[in-house]
């Protein structure tokens, strides 16, 4: 994709208290940061740049092992997003979203109508608009009273036409506030988005609890389970978990009887209250007769979406004494998350035996299990 975010995590974050940066603080059972990465692990970003302060080890040493773009923070925040567009460099992007990784209750769908203010904007950000009176003072006395009017607090996700800001970042003396004032020195006109109130910035110690609120207040976790069996029959391979797999004899089954992608189908399914395979595609209609199980897997992708929920990830394991699974199980992995748009560490998918017990003991099918969480976006 050619959509990427930038999450700046680079700060030492001190008003916040604690012993460790905000970032790395617990949050309702959680870092800050896993928070705050989940919310942009969804389908319209391609590409995620976390930046880390260079004194992070432990981050670095843990982040380098996950498919993220990582980039090192600069001496303030301004040259910690330079690094991060830095890092996208030659990778085609059009559009990036800038954003603070104390920001951990952000909402996908504010997500999105940033990154779609962008298609008629070269600049979109999301405001609050301010609804208090406003006073200045002096030794703990009012001074005076501000007009609210036309005022509107900042909020991120910051988006931006890849060129224009790196072009803009590249003029800017520095000290900016936000991408925002980078922009505007650089003559960008900035839709303004509404933005939520739940989207705070975690600042000082009291905002760890109002944000645990909103996570926990937030949270409709769905699990579903799935379980599917096909016998052998003739046949030169098998088709598991999306991968064609050499082996003297087939599966029977009305499709491709691809019992791993039915069994993850039917989790799906089961996760949102929808029944199985068999409601959504009956075996007595012939259009199905032979048909690829990924049709059957997306229809249940798409329909967890339609319903607001995300795959947070699958468990998938085949019981069988043969064709060996271990040398294909990266390749069945690979091949579930391209068909369900998730990235790979977010599948299993593993193998077991009965023992020869049975009739997958016996050699005379496989079964399949398999669990899948769903998280409401």
Same mark, same amino acid.
């Given at each position: 994709?050619?959509?990427?975010?930038?999450?700046?995590?680079?700060?030492?974050?001190?008003?916040?208290?604690?012993?460790?940066?905000?970032?790395?603080?617990?949050?309702?059972?959680?870092?800050?940061?896993?928070?705050?990465?989940?919310?942009?692990?969804?389908?319209?970003?391609? &590409?995620?740049?976390?930046?880390?302060?260079?004194?992070? !080890?432990?981050?670095?040493?843990?982040?380098?092992?996950?498919?993220?773009?990582?980039?090192?923070?600069?001496?303030?925040?301004?040259?910690?997003?330079?690094?991060?567009?830095?890092?996208?460099?030659?990778?085609?992007?059009?559009?990036? =979203?800038?954003?603070?990784?104390?920001?951990?209750?952000?909402?996908?769908?504010?997500?999105?109508?940033? =990154?779609?203010?962008?298609?008629? !904007?070269?600049?979109?950000?999301?405001?609050?608009?301010?609804?208090?009176?406003?006073?200045?003072?002096?030794?703990?006395?009012?001074?005076?009273? +501000?007009?609210?009017?036309?005022?509107?607090?900042?909020?991120?996700?910051?988006?931006?036409?890849?060129?224009?800001?790196?072009?803009?970042?590249?003029?800017?003396?520095?000290?900016?506030?936000?991408?925002?004032?980078?922009?505007?020195?650089? /003559?960008?006109?900035?839709?303004?988005?509404?933005?939520?109130?739940?989207?705070?910035?975690?600042?000082?110690?009291?905002?760890?609890?109002?944000?645990?609120?909103?996570? +926990?207040?937030?949270?409709?976790?769905?699990?579903?389970? /799935?379980?599917?069996?096909?016998?052998?029959?003739?046949?030169?391979?098998?088709?598991?978990?999306?991968?064609?797999?050499?082996?003297?004899?087939?599966?029977?089954? &009305?499709?491709?009887?691809?019992?791993?992608?039915?069994?993850?189908?039917?989790?799906?399914?089961?996760?949102?209250?929808?029944?199985?395979?068999?409601? !959504?595609?009956?075996?007595?209609?012939?259009?199905?007769?032979?048909?690829?199980?990924?049709?059957?897997?997306?229809?249940?992708?798409?329909?967890?979406?339609?319903?607001?929920?995300?795959?947070?990830?699958?468990?998938?394991?085949?019981?069988?004494?043969?064709?060996?699974?271990?040398?294909?199980?990266?390749?069945?992995?690979?091949?579930?998350?391209?068909?369900?748009?998730?990235?790979?560490?977010?599948?299993?998918?593993?193998?077991?035996?009965?023992?020869?017990?049975?009739?997958?003991?016996?050699?005379?099918?496989?079964?399949?299990?398999?669990?899948?969480?769903?998280?409401?976006?």
């Amino acid at each position: 994709m050619t959509t990427a975010a930038i999450i700046v995590a680079a700060g030492r974050g001190t008003r916040a208290g604690g012993d460790l940066p905000k970032q790395w603080r617990m949050l309702a059972g959680r870092r800050v940061v896993d928070w705050t990465l989940d919310r942009f692990a969804i389908p319209q970003i391609g &590409h995620i740049v976390l930046v880390l302060n260079p004194e992070d !080890h432990d981050g670095w040493a843990e982040f380098s092992q996950r498919p993220l773009m990582l980039a090192q923070g600069g001496a303030d925040r301004a040259r910690s997003v330079r690094n991060g567009l830095a890092a996208l460099d030659g990778l085609g992007i059009t559009k990036v =979203l800038i954003h603070d990784v104390a920001r951990p209750c952000v909402s996908p769908d504010l997500i999105r109508a940033v =990154l779609n203010a962008l298609d008629t !904007h070269p600049a979109a950000a999301p405001g609050l608009a301010v609804t208090d009176a406003l006073w200045t003072g002096a030794n703990n006395l009012v001074t005076g009273t +501000r007009s609210r009017d036309g005022l509107y607090a900042a909020q991120t996700p910051q988006g931006f036409r890849y060129d224009a800001i790196r072009t803009a970042h590249a003029a800017h003396p520095g000290g900016a506030a936000d991408d925002v004032e980078v922009a505007r020195a650089a /003559g960008l006109d900035i839709a303004i988005v509404p933005g939520e109130p739940d989207n705070l910035k975690i600042t000082r110690p009291e905002d760890f609890a109002r944000a645990e609120r909103i996570l +926990r207040q937030d949270m409709d976790v769905r699990l579903g389970n /799935g379980y599917d069996v096909h016998r052998f029959g003739p046949g030169d391979h098998v088709m598991l978990c999306g991968v064609r797999v050499p082996h003297e004899r087939g599966l029977q089954g &009305h499709s491709d009887a691809d019992v791993g992608l039915h069994a993850v189908t039917d989790a799906l399914y089961g996760a949102l209250a929808e029944g199985d395979i068999g409601r !959504h595609f009956p075996p007595s209609d012939p259009q199905w007769k032979g048909a690829a199980s990924e049709i059957f897997l997306r229809h249940a992708v798409d329909l967890v979406r339609a319903r607001g929920f995300t795959v947070s990830n699958i468990d998938c394991t085949l019981v069988c004494e043969y064709p060996k699974i271990d040398p294909h199980a990266l390749a069945m992995q690979a091949e579930m998350a391209r068909i369900m748009g998730l990235d790979p560490t977010r599948i299993s998918v593993k193998a077991t035996t009965s023992e020869r017990l049975g009739f997958t003991g016996r050699g005379e099918g496989i079964a399949a299990l398999a669990t899948a969480c769903l998280v409401r976006t």
